[in-house]
């Protein structure tokens, strides 16, 4: 059918829509190679640690082959200061610790904001407007070694997690405006493979000999202007969504040029059916409050689930190892920590490739808890490597393929899952305000982890992951018994599975049957 087809248009629109997500991946991955270089230069610029020429030694730390963490927990300070050199070195580790985390408070408040913008300005408008956001975050950091470097990277992490929040709602929601009905599921996938390849290329960028350095670091921070530009320019010459023009702006004859351009024919009635389709069960569908998806019984325990799944991703302990990678496999005994860190990014794409494969085939629910079992053991695993490192030197083997196993089982279930889960458990009216609900509860967790990870691992040391293993078992045991399978039903069917999963009886009001469940949602 000439309507499935992928035309040129449509690829070239896509690409321009992924590269948001490209920044998005870039931004997460870019703090954690560059971590002992910009420690060193935060003591520096505090005058923390410099009196007897130990600023040299981080100077020449870096210089050589081997990367080495300067992190406050390695540095010797003088019999006579060790008072101070502590309080420094807390500074420090609060300043590194918001220099991660930063970011993810910008992508919590902004989260809530992606729909309304691209509704209010349009899809096309929205992201050129986010984008001045990134520029500015990188214009930011960039700049940061030649000013006060923490405060301009905290300030520059928060704005670029501002776009970041933005676009994490608005890229998969153009995509699946533009997307024909049958390519839909596949191209809202591209989104998170965007992502993780941004944060495979910050990481090969972040290697010492390229931008990873004492010299070149802040060029690296300030390196995602360069795809914000491109996106900028290239905006200008893509439709905007025929489904805004039609259903928001009731413009049919620009909705049927856009969808002209994106399917490459003239005849384009099936798809404009489709959304007067759309739009007269929208306007039958009262917009639902966060308020009223926890006080109406028949929206929460989708909520509640919806939340739990989002909770399990990010408390399952994978942002500790994307932010903390280089540091954790340098406590495994690795000799190149920065290139086990590239591996893991390697990983992460090549299995959110298998993913979009899997997810269509096998169950939702099923793939998540494969993904969750598969995690509980590897975590175990890194632990019992970590803990057994002084006894056997080849237990760094052992705790190395346990982290790229544990983030194949995340990209296969616990990662691209929840977004497609919570879309599928609401209707229209109520699926707008569950979605930002479930990305800001993912920003939130996203931002305790990173802001916490770092004192929870000096806490625990090797026994970190431990923790993370019972957190992950116990979120197993509540998918297993709380969750029901989505794919392949309608949204009838699913209402009744959680109506039988919380023994509730059903309510008076009809359900809202939903056409195809994974065509229709956009995330």
């Known amino acids: 059918m000439s309507e ?33 270089v910009i420690i060193s230069h935060y003591q520096l610029v505090l005058g923390v640690a410099v009196d007897d020429r130990r600023a040299a030694g981080i100077h020449d730390i870096n210089s050589t082959d ?26 420090i580790t609060i300043l590194w610790s918001l220099s991660v985390s930063s970011f993810a408070v910008g992508g919590m408040i902004a989260s809530f904001f992606g729909g309304w913008l691209g509704d209010k300005l349009g899809r096309i ?26 405060i301009l990277i905290i300030a520059g992490r928060s704005i670029s997690g501002l776009y970041c929040g933005l676009i994490s709602g608005l890229v998969p929601m153009y ?21 993780v390849t941004g944060i495979l290329i910050s990481q090969i960028a972040g290697l010492s000999f390229i931008l990873g350095n004492q010299d070149r670091w802040h060029i690296l921070l300030g390196l995602s202007a360069v795809p914000a530009l491109l996106q900028c320019l290239l905006l200008f010459f893509c439709p905007e969504s025929p489904r805004y023009l039609y259903i928001k702006l009731e413009e049919e004859v620009k909705a049927k040029q856009s969808l002209k351009r994106l399917r ?37 325990q989708p909520i509640i689930v919806s939340l739990m799944l989002h909770m399990a991703q990010q408390f399952s302990g ?72 002084d006894k056997f030197a080849w237990m760094s083997y052992v705790s190395m393929t346990a982290i790229f196993l544990f983030v194949s089982f995340f990209e296969i279930g616990p990662g691209p899952i929840p977004w497609f889960m919570v879309a599928e458990f609401f209707s229209q009216g109520p699926r707008p305000t569950a979605l ?3 990305a800001f509860s993912n920003w939130v967790c996203n931002f305790l982890i990173a802001l916490c ?59 809202v049957q939903m056409e195809f469940l994974g065509a229709s949602e956009t995330a």
């Open 175 to 195: 995509i699946g405006e533009i997307a024909p009905t049958t390519l839909r599921g596949a191209l809202g996938t591209l989104h998170q493979l965007a992502i």
């Open 453 to 511: 990870f770092q004192y929870i691992a000096d806490f625990c040391g090797p026994y970190v992951f431990f923790l993370f293993a019972g957190i992950v078992l116990a979120f197993t045991l509540f998918t297993f018994f709380k969750v029901p399978e989505t794919k392949g039903k309608s949204f009838e069917e699913i209402s009744a599975e959680f109506r039988k999963k919380s023994g509730s009886a059903p309510p008076a009001k009809a359900a």
């Open 4 to 36: 499935d087809k992928i035309t040129g248009t449509l690829a070239f629109t896509v690409f321009t829509a992924v590269l948001g997500s490209f920044q998005f991946g870039y931004d997460i991955g870019v703090i954690n190679a560059p971590q002992e």
């Open 436 to 438: 930002a609900l479930a």
């Open 264 to 300: 490459g024919t003239e005849d384009v009635t099936k798809d404009i059916n489709e959304m007067r389709k759309e739009k007269e069960e929208a306007a039958t569908e009262q917009k639902v409050s966060v308020i009223q998806l926890f006080t109406d019984s028949s929206y929460r």
């Open 125 to 150: 408008k929205a992201m050129l407007a986010a984008n001045s956001l990134s520029l500015t975050g990188a214009l930011l950091m960039g700049c940061s070694r030649l000013g006060p470097s923490h």
């Open 318 to 389: 994978i942002n500790g190892i994307f932010y903390y990678s280089t540091s954790i496999f340098q406590t495994a005994g690795v000799s190149q920590p920065v290139y086990a860190t590239i591996g893991v990014g390697a990983i992460n794409m090549i299995f959110t490739a298998v993913s979009v494969l899997l997810v269509e085939k096998a169950g939702r629910r099923s793939l998540f808890l494969a993904g969750m079992i598969g995690m509980f053991f590897c975590a175990i695993f890194m632990s019992v490597g970590l803990v057994l490192l």
């Open 66 to 91: 081997t990367p080495f963490t300067v992190t406050p927990e390695y540095t010797t300070p003088a019999p006579w200061a060790e008072d101070k050199a502590a309080g420094s070195a807390q500074v």
